[in-house]
């Protein structure tokens, strides 16, 4: 379908709409954004038959269902890659895997949370770490099904694209490795799908920040990158205290290059490793 209509968004109308969006989700719209606004919602706008943003923004309060996911959907940033942040995945390679396939030896089920996952890259590219270390490991190596991977994102289609596991050329282009690609997926025409037993250990789940984590547990590692920075200060300092109380007493936290716990929270000591930095709860923090 074509829409021939472009409607303009006003002062009023634009921070209407950003403030339920920040309500609902976290999600701070900057000032001088209305074009952002403008350019993601305006479809959703014609297709509920509103005249003005105006009226976009009273059936949101009305609704509180369909509508509502599908704007927080629409608003959301899904910048993702395979193996995003080399030094990340190098630490994570060298130090974290290592630590985690070593727990594994001993505990029934290591658990770990990729926040925030988007299509699904992130997790993915995880578990096919944990598999070659595995496989590096010999015949000591603890099974695959030993780890659990919980993959959340606020944005169901970026989901519905997850748990397919299936990824275009394109999708594959953006950083995947060659030898990973070769060992770790299967080729369907112009796409790859990636193999059933990385699929296995990784379950996906629609989750919102905002909400309480205690209905997920606990976790031996935590990814939560390159999300805080689109929350206020507030909502960062309370996500960081809720990273804290999901992670075992031994766990770990990764979050992006650019976002740091400091100045909203103590409750984590800095690692660095291999030029990344790693969390860990801090001696004090109880």
Same mark, same amino acid.
């Given at each position: ?26 999600? %701070? ?10 350019n993601? %919602? ?13 009226q ?12 509502c ?7 959301? &940033?899904?910048e993702?890659?395979w ?15 290592p ?6 030896? $001993? ?11 988007? &299509? ?31 993959? &959340? ?14 990824? $275009?050329? %394109? ?7 060659a030898?990973?690609?070769e ?19 990784? &379950? ?14 606990l ?26 109380? $999901? ?13 740091s ?20 709860p801090s001696?004090?923090?109880?």
């Open positions: 379908m074509v829409f021939d209509c472009f409607m303009a968004i006003t002062k009023e109308e634009f921070n209407l709409i950003r403030q339920f969006v920040h309500e609902h989700s976290g999600i %701070l719209i900057g000032d001088g954004k209305e074009y952002l606004v403008e993601r %919602l305006n479809v959703i706008l014609v297709q509920s038959k509103c005249d003005n943003f105006f976009l923004h009273e059936k949101l309060k009305k609704d509180g269902g369909p509508l996911i599908e704007v927080i959907d629409a608003m959301t &940033t899904n993702t890659l193996f995003r942040d080399t030094s990340f995945f190098t630490s994570l390679s060298n130090f974290v895997i630590a985690l396939l070593e727990k594994a030896l $001993s505990k029934p089920k290591v658990r770990i949370w990729s926040a925030a996952c988007s &299509t699904g890259q992130e997790p993915y590219s995880v578990a096919m770490l944990l598999d070659q270390a595995r496989g590096a490991m010999g015949k000591g190596a603890p099974p695959l099904d030993r780890f659990a991977i919980l993959a &959340t994102d606020i944005s169901p289609s970026v989901l519905s694209i997850a748990r397919t596991g299936r990824y $275009s050329q %394109l999708a594959i282009s953006r950083g995947m490795r030898a990973f690609l060992r770790f997926f299967v080729h369907h025409g112009s796409s790859y799908e990636v193999a059933p037993a990385i699929r296995g250990i990784v &379950t996906f789940r629609q989750f919102n920040l905002k909400e309480s984590f205690g209905s997920l547990g976790f031996d590692f935590i990814l939560c990158r390159n999300v805080l920075i689109y929350f206020s200060n507030e909502l960062k300092s309370e996500i960081y205290h809720k990273l804290h109380q $999901s992670l075992e007493k031994d766990g770990m936290l990764s979050i992006g290059a650019s976002e716990p400091r100045g909203y929270t103590t409750v984590f000591e800095q690692i660095m490793v291999d030029g990344a930095a790693l969390y860990r001696a004090h923090s109880g």
